[in-house]
């Protein structure tokens, strides 16, 4: 079975935490793609009657494709649910998130939520967070003073990291939806993940960072041998 197939099997299972009436985060993501299509799906079946509050551009138009109704977290501040894929997951529900660029408004997104379910594939769950690179979104004023205020602040941390700062499909740097640049860094595996967000937090021109902790309450991972629920 493909990574593509888990994931759609994945967004599948975390339909089932979705009633009528709620107020619904949306992910960005090839996973959360398959939750927006399959809900319009839903939706259009007249089977439930929700709301929801993409995480991008691209989701919002994604949704608007497939029939989901949608507000803003203006008009709806507060949500019931949101579901969203990672980049990585370990089994204490922290995440890695921001290999779309989207980690701002997802984070902003997820904390405005009652309770966000994260759907992936077997490949995303891992021991110990930090095989994938760590997301940081900065913002264009003084980047690269912001790149060395990182460095120090992992290597203080006992890190050592390669930052990269991304570029877009035209090779100019890449720039979020909030117009922010985003450096992704090798660290090859976070001990403290805590201590890291904690860290990054504290750095002035670190807009966010795709660190998740303490927001992410269920994952649905889809594995060759089925479905597991962490909870």
């Given at each position: ?142 980047y690269r003073s912001t790149a060395l205020a990182i460095a120090r602040a992992a290597g203080k ?75």
């Amino acid at each position: 079975m493909s990574s593509d197939e888990l994931k759609r099997r994945a967004a599948e299972r975390a339909l089932t935490f979705v009633t009528s009436g709620m107020r619904l985060g949306l992910g960005t993501g090839s996973t959360a793609a398959h939750f927006v299509e399959l809900l319009g799906a839903r939706v259009r079946a007249g089977h439930l009657d929700v709301v929801g509050v993409p995480t991008s551009e691209a989701t919002h138009r994604l949704a608007v494709q497939h029939g989901v109704p949608l507000t803003s977290l203006d008009d709806t501040p507060e949500l019931d649910l949101t579901v969203d894929g990672a980049d990585e997951l370990d089994h204490d529900l922290r995440l890695i998130k921001g290999g779309g660029g989207a980690l701002l408004r997802e984070k902003i997104v997820a904390a405005a939520s009652g309770r966000m379910v994260v759907i992936a594939d077997q490949s995303k769950l891992v021991a110990t967070l930090g095989r994938f690179p760590l997301p940081v979104e900065v913002i264009p004023f003084g980047y690269r003073s912001t790149a060395l205020a990182i460095a120090r602040a992992a290597g203080k941390l006992g890190l050592d990291p390669v930052l990269h700062l991304r570029s877009g499909s035209s090779g100019s740097p890449f720039r979020t939806d909030s117009g922010n640049l985003i450096y992704d860094c090798d660290l090859r595996a976070i001990p403290d993940a805590d201590a890291l967000a904690a860290a990054l937090t504290a750095i002035p021109g670190v807009v966010e960072h795709g660190l998740f902790i303490g927001l992410c309450s269920a994952a649905v991972v889809a594995g060759a041998d089925g479905i597991r629920v962490l909870d």
